[in-house]
């Protein structure tokens, strides 16, 4: 053992005073074990080392991979900006077209409503009746007349409520007007002013062909005409109509 070779002097020095060590294989197999681990964690930083360039080149390699598609699809993209801004600007025509088609067609409404009704009192035939206004509106329409027989109004009502497009019709004001104020109509006894609205359904159900609304207006007439020579005439209005267009 190197401690019992070892001696202290007289100064407090330890001195060695010679000897030999009796298991020198146990150095040897220290330095082995020691060689064996620092190779062994070589190794593995090798290993970790190869690893890592590895996955470095294939990021690598990937990201090329997609530089080379995206500037592929950029430079077709370049060569689609034309046909896309002409294809945008079509679409933006055809949108806007499309909402001036909408638009004058919601205008063309009343226009259609009154030559429909127009058509219709060109075939109305009532005696006694004289039509002196009509004011159309975007949903209805109002007509001013004066009759000479007490009948007469229902009868030309339920004629005008045949129409095609029209959902109903009612009278808004009755009331009998003075000889001095009345045009040559004013001869015949009865002589009253009325007024009518007629209500019209939605646009996309009153547009249809005017034979068809003819037809279908004298198909009605003909029956309410003998209906309406027995009913009593509306009752009259406590308020006047007043204004004039």
Same mark, same amino acid.
């Given at each position: ?46 290993? &970790?080392? @190869?690893? $890592? ?5 294939? =990021? *690598?390699?990937? /990201?090329? +991979?997609?530089?080379? %598609? ?51 009192? &060109?075939? @109305?035939? $009532? ?5 002196? =206004? *009509?004011?159309? /509106?975007? +949903?209805?329409?109002? %007509? ?51 007024? &009518? ?49």
């Amino acid at each position: 053992m190197t401690w019992m070779n070892i001696r202290v002097n007289a100064s407090g020095q330890r001195v060695w005073v010679g000897g030999f060590n009796l298991l020198p294989y146990r150095q040897r197999d220290a330095r082995r074990a020691r060689r064996r681990c620092v190779a062994g964690w070589l190794v593995a930083a090798l290993g &970790a080392a @190869v690893g $890592v360039l590895a996955l470095a080149g294939w =990021q *690598i390699g990937e /990201r090329m +991979h997609f530089d080379a %598609l995206r500037r592929v699809a950029e430079h077709e993209l370049a060569g689609m900006q034309a046909p896309m801004a002409e294809h945008a600007r079509l679409a933006r025509e055809l949108q806007l077209r499309h909402q001036r088609d909408v638009q004058a067609e919601a205008l063309s409404v009343p226009l259609v409503h009154a030559l429909a009704l127009l058509d219709a009192l &060109a075939q @109305v035939s $009532v005696e006694g009746v004289v039509l002196q =206004q *009509i004011r159309q /509106r975007a +949903h209805d329409t109002e %007509l001013l007349a004066m009759s000479t027989r007490p009948a007469a109004p229902a009868l030309w009502l339920k004629q005008l409520s045949a129409v095609h497009g029209v959902a109903r019709a009612e009278v808004i004001d009755l009331h009998p007007v003075a000889r001095v104020d009345t045009p040559p109509l004013a001869g015949g006894p009865g002589l009253m002013e009325f007024a &009518a609205r007629l209500h019209w359904e939605k646009a996309a159900e009153a547009t249809a062909r005017p034979d068809d609304a003819r037809r279908a207006m004298v198909q009605k007439a003909s029956v309410a005409e003998p209906r309406a020579r027995h009913e009593h005439m509306p009752a009259r209005a406590t308020r006047p109509y007043g204004g004039t267009q």
